[in-house]
């Protein structure tokens, strides 16, 4: 193995090895209470960063036996074998850290370059050229990688969150080059836009023609994104793809030349 590749080997131990520390110190306090609300927050942020390397070391390829091993580590088994929903979180947290563990044992066999090399392929970012403010663009081309990736691997509050911000980002940045003096004539409320609820700035953005109705969409839950905490259990997969779908027809509209 040369020594890129080494190093690389070496980086990605690293990780996998805190994050299965981290794994530990949240599966002994959920397992102890299953609701404790720090727990269950932190463990969500900790699902995220074992998506990502798992994403980075499958190379993106929901077929690969890594990226389906932290799939399948969110189901609950039935005695038949059927997939069923409802795996206790110290369980689930369990599963992702025998993951974890599996990644440690590809990466330390003879052959660790197959894993590593994958996670060399970049992705190709979606890009936000139509965005007006220039130090917002690489943030939310990397928000939008991490929403994607998000919903590969069912953390649907996240990739909810993750895909809402960026369309109330992507809309503010519309409307305040729009300007309050030219959104006035659309109805626009006063006040300074940054205060206006999620939906008033995309019911404004419509008044103004700077989008199309696409928005109309969006769940419920999607108007209290900021909320989805623990109690983000009924943000469902179909939520989160619909709110990725508004997302999608929102960039569209604010970028019809693309």
């Not at 503010?172 to 659309?186: F, I, R, V």
Request: hydrophobic residues 40%; glycine residues 8%.
């Amino acid at each position: 193995m040369d020594e890129t590749l080494q190093s690389q080997v070496d980086s990605y131990l690293s990780r996998l090895t805190d994050l299965i520390r981290r794994g530990g110190e949240l599966q002994s306090i959920l397992a102890a209470n299953p609701s404790d609300a720090f727990a269950v927050t932190a463990t969500r942020v900790w699902q995220q960063d074992v998506g990502v390397t798992v994403n980075e070391l499958s190379g993106s390829s929901k077929a690969h036996w890594l990226a389906r091993a932290f799939s399948e580590a969110f189901l609950l088994r039935s005695a038949d074998g059927d997939a069923a929903e409802g795996a206790a979180p110290d369980d689930i947290v369990k599963r992702l850290i025998d993951v974890l563990e599996q990644a440690v044992a590809s990466l330390t066999r003879a052959d660790a370059g197959a894993i590593a090399s994958a996670s060399s392929q970049p992705q190709v970012p979606r890009r936000f050229d139509f965005v007006h403010n220039l130090e917002l663009r690489q943030v939310l081309e990397q928000s939008y990688i991490e929403s994607k990736r998000a919903l590969e691997h069912g953390l649907y509050v996240n990739a909810l969150q993750t895909s809402c911000g960026i369309l109330e980002a992507i809309v503010t940045d519309a409307l305040e080059h729009k300007g309050l003096a030219a959104l006035a004539a659309s109805g626009a409320p006063t006040g300074k836009i940054s205060d206006w609820s999620f939906e008033t700035r995309l019911t404004v953005a419509e008044r103004a023609g700077l989008v199309r109705g696409g928005w109309a969409r969006l769940p419920v839950v999607a108007w209290t994104y900021r909320d989805q905490g623990a109690g983000g259990s009924n943000v469902t997969e179909r939520d989160t793809r619909v709110a990725g779908q508004v997302l999608n027809v929102v960039m569209r509209d604010l970028n019809p030349g693309r």
